[in-house]
């Protein structure tokens, strides 16, 4: 059987807070690090999507319903469903590393 968890792949996310979330793999790590010893992936997600806007909102209310909450997260492989979906847009891993997860504003700034 070929490794599927490849970047770019869509994911379910199973498992924590963000449980009904879809995300992308920014990076895979299939044999573990010295911190993480089990294979893991570090996903990107859309925690709150947009709501249904109509013309009769007003401009106040328009700019809250347009929001979009983004997430950073390193996931386990056993907490991440894969999907047949791949997205084919350019991942900035320069913005989002290992290294992000160790300070808060780094990770606000990733997001």
């Known amino acids: 059987m070929g490794k599927f968890m490849k970047p770019e ?9 963000y449980s ?8 895979n790590i299939d044999n573990g690090t010295s911190d993480r010893a089990y294979s893991h992936a570090m996903v990107a997600g859309i925690d709150c ?15 809250k319903r347009s929001k979009i909450k983004s ?9 991440l469903m894969p999907t047949r979906y791949s997205v084919d847009i350019p991942l900035d891993k320069i913005v989002v590393n290992k290294d992000v997860f160790r300070d808060p504003t780094l990770k606000r700034k990733a997001r």
């Open 9 to 17: 792949k869509v994911m379910l996310v199973l498992a924590g807070c």
């Open 49 to 63: 999507y947009s709501q249904k806007v109509t013309a009769a909102m007003g401009k106040k209310k328009i700019a």
């Open 20 to 27: 009904r979330c879809r995300a992308v793999i920014m990076k």
């Open 71 to 79: 997430f950073v997260k390193v996931y386990n492989y056993n907490h």
